[in-house]
């Protein structure tokens, strides 16, 4: 059988050293040959918050710490794995800990104070085990429940204040990223709330006002903000989906935006120098094909919102 060669193509793409191809080979580790692709393909950088998106069977610690081990990473402290569940903390243990001005106490204290209630016996186990089980300091926690209150009043509406188990499951997520000190979770609720003010920007480029995105819908805009594509960039690809198409198609804009990110075009800029079109929303463009666009998405965005 006569060999085939196989060659990608040049347009964003991801370089890897010859050594560092032959040593993950030779580890026979996909997970981690995974991650580390992941993080070349992010210059270097790994952000917890998008741990989520690697299908990692094996969990991020194992992954990471393989790549610790074989020095593919910086160094760094290893990663701890821990059983799926908590120890059964007893009621003396509880009580023992938050009686006195221990840092346990102090840290109930100001929970309690957070979610404007006193915490239940339960509850004391759950937040025992965010302290203890999965190590998080206390300042860690703290902007954890603010965080967690945060989402649950923007879903649920003002003043409402969330379970510990909606707590707890969230602390769970920022252990398994690494999330474990001021800095770390800082930045990821940074990361957060830049995707979702990307996702209202897109909203508004699309015309959806006033309502609540559909499943679908949510699961489109959520994908392109984890592409990496900026409002600009899915407003260029919604131009030129109303120019073909007469109307938002969502499957066709997908397909437009997936087209892109596979040539790794993200910015307005590279998707002009990159897909070899002018782009629709710059004056002059392709015989006043930039006007028609603008006014048929107008129009696309009139029928949506009723006018």
């Known amino acids: ?6 060659v990608l193509p040049p347009a964003g793409a991801v370089f890897m050293s010859a050594e560092a191809a ?7 580790d996909g997970e981690a ?6 993080i070349l393909r992010n210059n270097g950088r790994f952000d917890p918050s998008d741990a989520g998106k690697l299908p990692l069977q094996g969990g991020l610690a194992k992954a990471m710490n393989t790549l610790r081990a074989m020095g593919m990473v910086a160094e760094g402290p290893e990663v701890r794995e821990r059983p799926d569940e908590p120890p059964e903390y007893t009621a003396d243990e509880i009580a023992d800990h938050v009686s006195g001005n221990s ?3 102090t840290l109930v204290r100001e929970v309690q104070s957070r979610l404007g209630r006193v915490l239940s016996g339960g509850d004391l186990k759950i937040l025992y085990g965010l302290y203890d089980y999965l190590g998080l300091p206390p300042e860690v926690i703290l902007l954890l429940v603010v965080y ?4 649950t009043e923007q879903k649920a509406g003002p003043g409402r204040k969330p379970s510990m188990r909606f707590i707890e499951k969230e602390a769970y997520v920022w252990a398994r990223n690494e999330i474990v000190n001021l800095d770390s979770a800082e930045e990821y609720i940074r990361r957060i709330a830049e995707k979702r003010l990307d996702r209202q920007k897109i909203c508004d480029c699309l015309g959806i006002r006033g309502r609540a995105l559909s499943p679908g819908e949510e699961k489109y805009i959520a994908s392109w903000v984890d592409m990496g ?8 690809a919604y131009d030129r989906t109303v120019l073909k198409k007469g ?20 910015t307005p800029q590279e998707i002009k120098a990159g897909d070899g079109r002018a ?8 015989a006043g094909d930039g006007e028609l666009a603008r006014l048929k998405r107008s129009l696309d965005k009139l029928k949506k919102s009723g006018g």
Not at 1 to 6: P, R
Not at 254 to 263: A, E, T, Y
């Open 33 to 38: 040959a995974l991650l580390y692709i992941y």
């Open 103 to 105: 840092q346990f106490a």
């Open 1 to 6: 059988m006569k060999d085939k060669s196989y």
């Open 229 to 236: 594509f900026p409002p600009e960039s899915v407003e260029e």
């Open 279 to 286: 782009l629709t929303t710059q004056a002059g463009g392709g």
């Open 22 to 28: 032959d040593r993950l080979i030779a580890a026979g």
């Open 148 to 151: 967690c209150t945060e989402q």
């Open 247 to 266: 109307a938002l198609v969502w499957p066709y804009m997908n397909s437009i935006l997936k087209s892109w990110h596979s040539k790794g075009l993200h």
